[in-house]
């Protein structure tokens, strides 16, 4: 058994790049492998990764492929055999060529006839005659978000590949890719040991990287780095994101401490962690209160005599980047917040859909429309905190610090809007700050929903527009596409209406949202768009987060409701119809009620007409029906879901009895169009409740 090395060196690789680049090759690898009949186990594939290089090691290689049974065609039918059935020249020729004997021979449809076929043992090859293209085909399959060509070469990839390294044990597997040939010779790190580096065997590859500054495996580099950390400050690294981050970005990692002028702390928190992690990648340090300190953590990608350079250099830039942070957010604080308003009409949102401050407008109606349906306590005082947070949502997107740190928008706005009040208007700041602060939440599942009504109401206005603005100019998600992050802006939504239980409608709102767009005429085609694509995400929002607690079938009895009705009573909706299904008598009502489906018609129907009923089957179907009409609806009014369908199980005996007895397709076209019309009526009435169809 053997050791195989692959090893892809390149130009610094993007952080960011990395964790899945090592993915896609260990299982590029093992495919590789696998549709090459060279049997390794998955557990000896390992990938690993550097700024510089992209690397994978396959251990216990066998020194040959696996043998292998395959399917050969021969020529066709007719061809291969004379007429009174015995082998011409050409079968006999295709047997010669494989060494096979006459019965071996099968007869197999292929594309439009018939050919002779058989299988022949393949002897497996020399693991080493097979690696070169194996290896290649690896290289070449790596995809990335983004690559180059480089020089006037032809391959793309993620950046210019400096060299190759391909061995198996102490033998260099041939292979070129776009000039650049395998060798046995890699590299250090790029300043502490910059000169090709020769490998006597794969196997001492790692520990060769090592003595030459180069810390190979990730987890490894990691763990230096958690210690080197704890060794600084005293506690563990919390960041785990920045982590990741950073040791995709050293090879050698060496965490040195460096400080700032402690008058720097006077910056909103989020500030300064976003100027330390965002821009410089530097962990900040907390003292034991939680609370940030003028110190922080640069990871050098360099030894320890170098660390009063690197603390000398990264404490220069902090500050630069401190002073300017600290200047934008005093220049900010010079102008209230509310006076930034009229700053909004000289920014475009999008020029098809007018200026920021259009957008803040129509956010501003949809959050009252909302606020009036949704919010019971202390309505005039929380209306016009939500009023007051709509009119200022934006605002902080003109201001320096959000211009210079986007990734703060809403965060800046909260600290802004302090003081920003105005006497006449009867509510607590701290709801508009936590308002704005929030409207962007949730961003992804497990992101946090705003905890107030305020700053709920106001992401979802915010969500909605969204939503409704792109979809109007056609520019709505496609296949992978999704600019103007839609998908994620409804499952936003959905996620704020289920947590929030809000008794409004999802088509409610959006009718609304369109109603503020001056250039549609026609809105219902587009609130029908919508709802669809709402449809489709409520659907797979709740199969993946309610799968457990739902039957698929009892989502799908609900879901074409999903847009009509609250989505919290949909979920009502549902829980009644998992009891239902357990009930003695549901079997009954939904075969029933299935019989009645299949017959009515697709087109509408009229009310049906009591005068012209003649049995008395029909008449009293209608009868009992009108009776659950009134009762139903006033449980499904007052949310009493289990009692609504406890009253449709009434409508069983009356549906048997009606088949039993009455011939729906009278020859008589009034009777026979009334009869119809009764059915019709009597679906229509249990599908107020759900789709009985869909259910099992």
């Not at 957008?359 to 606020?371: P, S």
């Not at 019971?376 to 949502?393: H, I, P, T």
């Not at 709505?476 to 959905?494: H, N, Q, W, Y």
Request: overall charge neutral; aromatic content about 8%; hydrophobic content about 40%.
């Amino acid at each position: 058994m053997s050791t195989l090395l692959l090893e892809i060196g390149a130009e610094e690789i993007p952080a960011r790049f990395l964790p899945k680049a090592m993915e896609d090759l260990k299982r590029l690898t093992q495919e590789g492998m696998a549709g090459h009949s060279i049997k390794v186990s998955a557990e000896n594939i390992k990938a690993y990764a550097t700024p510089r290089r992209l690397v994978v090691t396959v251990r216990d290689i066998p020194e040959r492929q696996e043998d292998r049974v395959k399917e050969v065609f021969g020529p066709p039918k007719k061809v291969a055999f004379n007429p009174d059935g015995t082998l011409s020249r050409a079968g006999e020729k295709f047997l010669a060529g494989y060494n096979l004997k006459p019965e071996r021979l099968v007869i197999k449809k292929k594309d439009k006839g018939e050919y002779v076929a058989a299988e022949v043992m393949e002897k497996g090859l020399p693991t080493k005659e097979v690696l070169p293209d194996v290896l290649k085909k690896i290289i070449l399959s790596l995809s990335f978000p983004k690559s180059m060509r480089w020089g006037d070469g032809t391959l793309r990839f993620v950046r210019p590949i400096r060299w190759l390294v391909a061995m198996l044990d102490s033998e260099v597997i041939p292979l070129e890719i776009d000039g650049i040939r395998s060798g046995n010779e890699t590299r250090g790190h790029r300043f502490l040991s910059p000169g090709p580096v020769r490998l006597d065997h794969a196997d001492s590859y790692e520990s060769i990287l090592e003595r030459n500054f180069v810390i190979l495996d990730p987890k490894k580099r990691e763990d230096i780095i958690n210690i080197q950390v704890k060794e600084l400050t005293g506690s563990d690294v919390m960041d785990e994101e920045l982590l990741a981050t950073v040791t995709c970005l050293v090879e050698y990692p060496y965490s040195v401490m460096g400080e700032f002028d402690e008058k720097y702390l006077a910056l909103p928190n989020e500030l300064l962690t976003t100027v330390m992690k965002s821009h410089q990648k530097y962990f900040p340090v907390r003292d034991n209160r939680n609370n940030l300190t003028n110190r922080f953590i640069v990871v050098s990608n360099t030894r320890e005599e170098n660390a009063d350079v690197v603390r000398t250099g990264a404490e220069r830039v902090i500050r630069a980047r401190l002073e300017d942070a600290r200047f934008y957010f005093n220049e900010d604080r010079k102008k209230k917040l509310k006076d930034r308003v009229e700053d909004l009409k000289r920014v475009t949102y999008h020029e098809k859909l007018g200026s920021l401050y259009d957008k803040t407008m129509r956010i501003k109606a949809l959050c009252l429309f909302i606020g009036e349906k949704v919010i019971n306590a202390e309505k005039e005082k929380n209306l016009a905190a939500l009023k007051r947070a709509a009119m200022l949502s934006k605002c902080d997107l003109v201001t320096g610090v959000v211009r210079e740190f986007p990734e703060l928008q809403g965060v800046m706005g909260m600290y802004y809007a302090l003081g920003d009040n105005e006497d006449d208007v009867p509510f607590a700041i701290s709801a508009v700050q936590l308002a704005i602060r929030d409207q962007y939440h949730p961003v992804y599942y497990g992101d946090y929903i705003p905890g107030n009504d305020t700053g709920a109401i106001l992401s979802l206005a915010d969500k909605m527009d969204n939503i409704a603005s792109f979809f109007s100019i056609g520019l709505k998600p496609t296949g992978s596409e999704d600019p103007f992050a839609l998908r994620r802006a409804s499952l936003g939504v959905i996620r704020i209406l289920l947590d929030k239980g809000y008794k409004i409608s999802i088509k409610e709102v959006l009718e609304k949202a369109v109603s503020s767009l001056p250039h549609i005429k026609e809105p219902e085609p587009l609130i029908r768009e919508i709802a669809e694509f709402f449809e489709i995400r409520i659907e797979n929002h709740l199969l993946t987060f309610y799968g457990k607690e739902y039957s698929p079938d009892v989502i799908q009895a609900v879901i074409h409701l999903s847009t009509i009705i609250p989505l919290i009573d949909a979920l009502g909706r549902m829980d009644a119809l998992m009891g239902f299904k357990s009930a003695p008598k549901y079997g009954d009502f939904l075969l029933a009620v299935k019989r009645v489906r299949n017959i009515i018609p697709k087109r509408e129907m009229p009310s049906p007409k009591p005068e012209l009923f003649k049995e008395e089957e029909e008449k009293k179907l209608f009868e009992v029906l009108e009776k659950v009409k009134d009762s139903a609806d006033d449980f499904i009014e007052d949310a009493l879901y289990k009692d609504a369908l406890e009253v449709f199980l009434g409508l069983t005996q009356p549906i048997n009895d009606f088949f039993d007895k009455v011939l729906v397709m009278d020859k008589d076209e009034r009777v026979r169009e009334n009869r119809l019309a009764l059915l019709a009526s009597v679906w229509e009435t249990v599908s107020t409740f759900a789709d009985f169809s869909r259910l099992l």
